[in-house]
């Protein structure tokens, strides 16, 4: 992980002019953003703005065309998933990119497993690390050894956060974290994401939901066909103001 | 799990039905499988007593667990192809090929082409070792097709069924039935001579005895270092006693039950059958307890969460087809050391058999589930069916729509558990059995 002593004020992640595209579609259009330590930071916009393909950008699914992403202060290069691992970076995708057949360990571990020295699956080692973990967060959490299938969508929400925290993520990006779940898992994940956020952790987090943008964000970028619209505090605009952004593409107190 | 057992019950009833799922949980007893040994017993049962007594004896199981054998090996690694939401079609034709090469490097290439004569030491080390490297590089290059090139395993293994079998003709003997085999080659096919024997089969059984014990007391051991809920010992205890227990009365009343009609010694266990062993362990230890089978069963479960972990998804696909081309060579080994000769249409209609015995075994098309096991005792239960029938005096036509029935019903059983649909369940199960009956009936001679 990059944990070099960068000065304070240093963003976590900073993005300078990123260019994804997809054949002739500029998917994501020259967005600079940056992300500060125990800050959250939602991404919104409406479908097909390019918030989705930023956030892979950032976790190494969809490698930026150009642009430059600095993680505490200096130039990092993402190519894949593994690149924006090894910088701190986790995700959490909205269709819960969890193995259905595999139960929370294996999830948990999955690409990064732990193993013996004849090189075998060290299964008990990752059963155990992951209670551990799963204590802290989810202390109903009991299901360790059965497939994820069978989990409810706020105990499948928890494992996948549990990746993150085992792995000690710096920076977590939240796609659509809430969407799959009830009013009380929400809740739940909502306390979750309260909690990481005061150890420090920068969160990124894409929703559609816009009362879970204003309780949870501390600012709001606004994207529209690829394209940033503006970045803004949240104490400083109403929900009208952000709606405009998103539908009108205009800056808040511009006249309409 | 000690939580589970904290939860207070609801009712008289539903207590002892959690208790009951409780200890079937903290047991971690398969009962997919648990189900198949069922079933299995069930058709053994009924076939005897149909058969008048004919069916479990020590000869007809013997020549049973040989007859299962390369359609077991060959099941094993369906299993992961399937597993990861391929297919293979070729698996037949690949057996018949290598088969083929292997015939041709003992009985012309060998003594012929290099001159180092027919019936050496070497001549069946040096023929398998060119069946399997070629085994394992067909099936790289049709792996490498399917998850580098992006084309549907359907079609380059049905591309592969129609290669490999017509280039059995293109090997410069016209496909000429090539025989005799060597001679240490043919053991491999269990013959005569190509069994282990009364004392090395016992010999096998209690190393096999202290294996099953040793792996759940080191399993035991390892939970508990790490403080893992562990399964009550009696539970375990039991499962130790009853693998042995399994184990010898296999050898003692089956292998060494059944004298060789020749020496009227007794046989022991079978070369195909040691084989058949050694890679069910070899494939289980690789499905359960290395990264490569976490691998499969991830990409098959979701195969965006495996990419987005990291995993290289491109090269676990094309592996597993390499593991499948070995065990293609493998049986081919069996199949042809059986018949002490190659002919062109060995291996027709495996493809067939073997994704049979593996969806039998409770390998699901959606992907992500499958267990080596299942379809290790889905081939035994396959030719279970096609001896029990042969000793009833079924008809071969007849005998193909009973394993077609039992192939369906087996499916359409799994799938309603799966959503449990109990009355789909009891009525998949009694159309089969109804259907199945019904055509037994009629066909016997």
């Known amino acids: 992980m990059n944990q070099t002593h960068a000065p304070a004020g240093t963003p976590l992640v900073e993005l300078r002019d990123i260019k994804v595209s997809f054949g002739g579609l500029h998917a994501v259009d020259g967005v600079s953003l940056t992300l500060m330590p125990g800050e959250v930071m939602a991404v919104v916009g409406g479908n097909g703005a390019g918030k989705s393909t930023l956030m892979h950008t950032i976790a190494g699914a969809h490698p930026a065309d150009s642009g430059q992403i600095l993680v505490n202060g200096s130039p990092v290069t993402i190519a894949n998933p593994r690149d924006a691992r090894s910088h701190g970076i986790e995700v959490i995708y909205q269709r819960l990119a969890l193995a259905d057949n595999i139960d929370a360990s294996g999830n948990l571990f999955l690409g990064r497993e732990l193993r013996t020295s004849s090189g075998a699956l060290d299964d008990s080692a990752m059963a155990s690390a992951t209670r551990d973990v799963m204590k802290r967060l989810n202390p109903r959490f009991r299901n360790l050894n059965t497939p994820v299938k069978s989990l409810s969508g706020g105990q499948r929400q928890s494992v996948a956060i549990a990746r993150a925290v085992h792995f000690n993520a710096r920076i977590l990006i939240m796609d659509e974290p809430t969407a799959a779940l009830g009013p009380a898992e929400t809740e739940q994940v909502r306390e979750l994401i309260m909690q990481l956020k005061s150890e420090g952790i920068g969160i990124f987090l894409i929703s559609h939901d816009i009362h879970d943008v204003f309780d949870l964000a501390d600012r709001i970028s606004v994207m529209m066909q690829g394209r940033l619209v503006g970045t803004v505090d949240k104490d400083k605009v109403t929900k009208d103001d952000v709606l405009g952004m998103i539908i009108m593409g205009k800056q808040p107190g511009s006249a309409a | ?227 893992l809920s562990l399964r009550p010992l009696p539970v375990d205890v039991g499962l130790a006693v009853a693998g042995c227990a399994v184990i010898l009365a296999a050898v003692g009343l089956v292998a060494n039950g059944y004298e060789s009609p020749i020496t009227k010694q007794p046989t022991g266990v079978a070369y195909p059958v040691v084989i058949l062993i050694l890679v069910t362990m070899a494939m289980v230890y690789v499905s359960r307890r290395r990264r490569f089978g976490r691998y499969v069963y991830a990409i098959g479960g979701n195969p965006e969460a495996a990419e987005l972990g990291g995993i290289n998804t491109r090269r676990t696909l094309m592996m597993t087809f390499v593991v499948m081309g070995i065990l293609c060579a ?81 499916v359409a059983i799994d799938a309603a558990l799966r959503l449990g649909k109990k009355r789909t369940v009891g009525v998949s199960l009694v159309t089969g059995l109804v259907l199945a009956a019904l055509i037994i009936q009629t066909g016997r001679q």
């Open chain 2, 330 to 410: 493998v049986s081919a080994a069996i199949q042809t050391a059986r018949l002490n000769a190659a002919v062109t249409n060995l291996g027709i209609q495996n493809e067939l058999d073997v994704i049979s015995a593996a969806v039998i075994g409770g390998t699901s098309f959606a992907g992500g589930i499958g267990t080596i096991t299942g379809a290790v005792l889905g081939a035994v239960l396959m030719q279970s069916l096609r001896s029990g029938m042969v000793l009833l005096r079924i008809d071969s036509p007849s005998q193909d729509i009973v394993v077609g029935i039992v192939l369906v019903t087996a």
């Open chain 2, 1 to 227: 799990m000690t939580d589970t057992h904290s939860a207070p019950p609801a009712t008289a009833d539903g207590s002892q039905r959690r208790d009951w799922r409780a200890f079937l949980a903290s047991s971690e007893i398969d009962t997919r499988l648990a189900g198949m040994v069922a079933a299995l017993a069930v058709i053994w049962l009924a076939f005897h007593f149909l058969s008048g007594g004919d069916f479990l004896t020590s000869r007809n199981l013997w020549n049973l667990s040989v007859q299962s054998a390369s359609i077991a090996v060959m099941a094993t690694g369906m299993v992961l192809i399937i597993v990861s939401r391929n297919i293979d079609l070729s698996v037949g034709s690949l057996l018949g090929f290598l088969g083929y090469v292997m015939a041709m490097v003992q009985t012309r290439w060998i003594p012929d082409t290099f001159g180092l004569g027919f019936n050496r030491w070497y001549t069946w080390i040096i023929a398998l070792a060119v069946g399997i490297t070629l085994g394992a590089l067909i099936g790289a290059v049709q792996g490498a097709v399917v998850a580098y090139g992006g084309v549907p395993a359907f079609i380059v293994t049905l591309g592969g069924f129609l290669v490999w079998r017509g280039l059995i003709f293109r090997m410069g003997e016209q496909g000429q039935t090539l025989s005799p085999l060597d001679d240490n080659f043919r053991l491999v096919g269990g013959g005569p001579d190509g069994s282990l024997g009364e004392v090395r089969s016992w010999v096998f059984a209690v190393i096999g005895c202290a294996g099953v014990s040793l792996s759940l007391y080191l399993s035991r051991r390892r939970r508990k270092r790490y403080d």
